[in-house]
């Protein structure tokens, strides 16, 4: 499968902990892109990277909240101190800079659940 | 007013009935317009472009209309398949700032 792929699909935490998610992007897609989604509410952009440079930020993007790409290639996105407010499917999409429209394809999410 | 409004529905209707939905958008600077699909408790998936001269993919077809600031998706001979969320997409800016409505639910009745 060569699609963009998200570790883990479902994270279960207590609240205070930190977690890690990992988004392995379509080979030659130069962006990279997460987004939380909660139930009923579209997709929520969080930041996106090209290549290893990290270009926007939202401002739903709080201080607990880093992401990183250093190769340019795997992304991992990093909450600290989790809080329930944070339980949310987390998305990750790639696309390649300056073709088909800048398409972006995205992967099935990492599910996660503060209690 | 938000950046990318949809009418979250749901829209319920029969099978072989014909359905459309539009999203408006706040800002006219904004350059690409796309339709994703996304079934319940899955990614969203592209399901079509919006092009300025409207565009048609089998029994879908989108169109933009840049005075009014929205575009618009008409499903003709609803399936039963077709039942899910479609999210309206915009990009803006020379960043390609991308903004997702709501997105408006389908649900196709036998």
């Known amino acids: 499968d060569t699609g963009v792929s998200q570790n883990p699909r479902h994270k279960i935490t207590k609240r205070g902990q930190n977690v890690t998610f990992r988004c392995d992007p379509i080979?030659?897609?130069?962006?990279l892109y997460w987004y939380r989604q909660t139930l009923g509410q579209g997709p929520e952009f969080l930041t996106y990277?090209?290549?290893?440079?990290?270009?926007?930020k939202s401002r739903l993007l709080s201080d607990r909240f880093s992401a990183e790409r250093p190769k340019g290639s795997f992304s991992t996105l990093e909450i600290q101190r989790t809080e329930q407010g944070d339980s949310a499917m987390y998305l990750c999409?790639?696309?390649?800079?300056?073709?088909?429209?800048?398409?972006?394809?995205f992967g099935a999410g990492t599910r996660l659940s503060v209690l | 007013r938000k950046e990318v409004e949809q009418d979250p529905g749901p829209f319920n209707v029969p099978e072989g009935a014909t359905v459309a939905f539009n999203c408006t958008y706040s800002?006219?600077?904004?350059?690409?317009f796309f339709w994703y699909r996304q079934d319940c408790r899955k990614e969203p998936k592209l399901l079509m472009s919006?092009?300025?001269s409207g565009n048609e993919d089998g029994r879908f077809t989108a169109q933009l209309n840049r005075a009014s600031q929205y575009i618009s998706l008409l499903i003709r001979d609803s399936k039963l398949s077709d039942s899910a969320t479609y999210l309206c997409?915009?990009?803006?800016?020379?960043?390609?700032?991308?903004?997702f409505g709501i997105g408006t639910k389908l649900q196709v009745i036998p």
């Open positions: 990277f090209q290549n290893e440079a990290q270009l926007e």
């Open positions: 999409a790639s696309s390649y800079h300056d073709r088909d429209l800048n398409i972006q394809y």
């Open positions: 080979s030659e897609h130069n962006r």
């Open positions: 919006v092009y300025s």
């Open positions: 997409v915009v990009k803006t800016g020379g960043y390609q700032k991308v903004t």
């Open positions: 800002n006219s600077a904004s350059q690409s």
